[in-house]
């Protein structure tokens, strides 16, 4: 199983961004999928959390800026992040509740299977 995150890069203050990840593998069901992030020197965060069916919680650092959507289909989680600030520059990583075969054809549940992180720098 990998979780693919892009869409990182750099913004000037009140730009837009758009992340994307996207699992693949061998996966048979996705529950929660969460965005987190980690600022230099911070502990990380959580920033958005959508459930299977489609509902959505925020921290209060993004609530109203950045919205979290996912395509079932595609089995990928998006992140728009509107009026960008220079304190949301972090690595910014996917994670979700995966279901999948291991190489030994068992079902197993993992929570937070994580993907690696994208880079959003926001310039002032």
């Known amino acids: 199983v990998q979780l693919q995150a892009s869409g990182g890069g750099l913004v000037q203050t009140g730009g837009s961004l758009r992340l994307s990840c996207s699992a693949s593998?061998?996966?048979?069901?996705?529950?929660?999928m969460k965005w987190y992030r980690q600022a230099p020197g911070k502990e990380r965060e959580l920033v958005a959390t959508?459930?299977?069916?489609?509902?959505?919680t925020y921290a209060e650092s993004a609530k109203g800026r950045f919205t979290i959507s996912r395509d079932n289909a595609k089995k990928t989680v998006y992140l728009q992040m509107n009026s960008l600030k220079p304190e949301d520059t972090a690595d910014y990583y996917c994670?979700?509740?995966?279901?999948?075969?291991?190489?030994?054809?068992?079902?197993?549940?993992?929570?937070?299977?994580w993907g690696q992180g994208t880079l959003v720098t926001v310039s002032s």
């Open positions: 959508v459930t299977s069916g489609g509902s959505t």
């Open positions: 593998g061998s996966i048979f069901r996705i529950d929660d």
């Open positions: 994670s979700a509740d995966v279901g999948f075969y291991n190489s030994a054809g068992e079902m197993v549940l993992q929570r937070d299977y």
